[in-house]
């Protein structure tokens, strides 16, 4: 009996301790942050989510604008479309300045296929003089988001927007589409959102030197959420391609006299005149009533050279093979014209309104030769054949592109990153074999069409100790919890060196 009742008191610090464990392990997981993230393996749920998340890309102010308005404000962002409608969406928007406020509403439009479940919305609406603030309301809760005013100078008369880069590894395509289109009096702006380091060194100088524009396409990323939301990365057409483009139209709206959507392995040589402008102006003069052209792809190869020094245009055009196959083409826009694009186009822009350049076509160098005779095994996928080239490219533009790369290739700093440039493919093959088992295959081969958003999201891209990269980076920030839609955006975009050669 006596062993009992000193026993009581144990069984009693024993239940206390474990219940102090208990609650502490409660309030650990308690505090540790809730994922709300849902998985979607078949690329095909319509669930309907008790909130719409949004990432914005970006917010551009217009004091004047010949399509806009006066202080016009123009959103791009992607936007879940399955949760709520996003069909003529709107939304209430502040605008302030030192003195005064607006409010006002946005209408919108979207881009792309509805089987996506995050979509590029582009909304627009007017605002306060001189805007110094601005946020998005919903429902008395408010969100102050960043905008910047567009631009109303460009450096050259037509723009080429060129869609995001990922693993980007294909130089010699970049040196021949940037000194053919200065040769037409065209400027790239390039979308970047990972790239191998002495790669991004060259475009960095080349954007040095005038030619190019960088400009960071960042990885859509929710940094705060109290609902569920669908990883958006994930579940987006092709990298949110079309809100990179609609994000370039929306930033030279007001600048440039036309603006291009083309790839980076898209590259136009103009047939009848010198410029790009004259050309386009010259289709456009003689079809009334037309505002945008839209240009074919056909499918080429050509001989690579394996280093900068190696690398002649002369030798590359003379390598070029042409096929019979042309494409789904892009478009050439008059801004004015155009508020917001698609990959191809705008299905806001009636096709009547274009002019189907039948000649020349887009010059599509997707997948080149190395220069000891090695074909890349993802061409094999396409069962393309090659013959002459059917294009033309004038002798004095050649002559004239070749004394332009000689004369960046003998720049000291120039000559310095050259022998460090990848002298051979690896990420081509991994991502072309992986769009074309995703998506390609079975639309253009079997034929059997795909149900999922177009997106390759999953690739596994395997990284390299010999060849880092750069990848686009920023600060992430979530609104407050809004109905319908909770909004996310960035600020202070930067290159970082430590996440790798992703997507």
């Not at 792809?297 to 590359?316: D, G, N």
């Not at 920023?474 to 960035?490: L, N």
Request: aromatic share 14%.
């Amino acid at each position: 009996m006596r062993w009992f009742i000193n026993y009581k008191p144990c069984l009693l610090i024993i239940l206390i301790f474990n219940s102090v464990i208990l609650l502490f392990i409660l309030i650990r997981k308690s505090s540790q942050p809730f994922s709300n993230i849902l998985t979607d393996p078949s690329g095909t749920s319509r669930e309907k989510l008790p909130v719409s998340h949004a990432f914005i890309n970006s917010v551009y102010y217009y004091p004047t604008s010949k399509s806009l308005g006066e202080n016009a404000l123009a959103f791009t962002m992607a936007i879940d479309q399955h949760s709520y409608s996003m069909k003529n969406h709107t939304f209430t928007v502040l605008g302030y300045n030192s003195t005064d406020s607006v409010e006002s509403i946005a209408t919108s439009q979207t881009e792309g296929i509805s089987r996506c479940r995050y979509v590029t919305m582009m909304a627009r609406t007017n605002t306060v003089e001189n805007l110094e603030k601005l946020k998005i309301e919903s429902q008395g809760v408010s969100v102050e988001v960043p905008f910047r005013i567009a631009r109303y100078s460009a450096p050259k008369p037509v723009i080429i927007c060129i869609s995001p880069q990922f693993a980007a590894e294909q130089w010699q395509m970049f040196v021949m589409h940037v000194h053919a289109a200065n040769r037409f009096g065209g400027h790239l702006h390039i979308y970047l959102t990972s790239i191998i380091e002495s790669y991004f060194q060259l475009m960095q100088e080349y954007e040095r030197q005038g030619y190019i524009t960088l400009d960071y396409w960042l990885r859509m990323k929710f940094s705060n959420t109290k609902t569920p939301y669908y990883e958006p990365n994930e579940n987006v057409e092709w990298r949110h391609q079309a809100g990179a483009q609609t994000d370039c139209l929306l930033q030279y709206k007001e600048a440039a006299e036309y603006i291009a959507f083309f790839d980076m392995d898209d590259i136009l040589f103009p047939k009848n005149y010198p410029t790009y402008l004259e050309e386009f102006n010259s289709v456009l003069a003689a079809n009334p009533g037309k505002n945008y052209l839209f240009y074919g792809r056909r499918e080429h190869e050509f001989v690579k050279a394996s280093t900068l020094t190696e690398f002649s245009f002369t030798e590359l055009v003379q390598s070029l093979r042409s096929s019979q196959t042309v494409k789904r083409g892009k478009v050439v826009v008059r801004p004015e014209a155009y508020n917001s694009t698609w990959i191809h186009n705008s299905k806001h822009v009636s096709f009547e309104t274009s002019v189907q350049v039948k000649s020349p076509t887009l010059v599509h160098v997707q997948l080149p030769v190395d220069k000891n005779g090695k074909r890349n095994d993802s061409r094999d996928l396409w069962k393309i054949k090659f013959g002459p080239l059917n294009e033309t490219i004038r002798e004095d533009d050649i002559r004239a592109i070749e004394d332009d790369i000689n004369r960046i290739k003998n720049l000291a700093v120039i000559s310095s990153i050259g022998p460090f440039l990848p002298s051979s493919d690896f990420y081509l093959p991994i991502v072309f074999k992986c769009y074309f088992d995703s998506f390609y295959k079975d639309t253009f081969v079997t034929k059997i069409g795909v149900r999922r958003c177009p997106n390759a999201d999953i690739c596994d891209l395997p990284q390299r100790e010999d060849y880092k990269c750069i990848h686009s980076d920023a600060q992430y920030y979530s609104g407050p919890d809004m109905q319908p839609v909770t909004y996310h955006f960035t600020t202070d975009s930067f290159w970082s060196k430590d996440i790798g050669c992703y997507q």
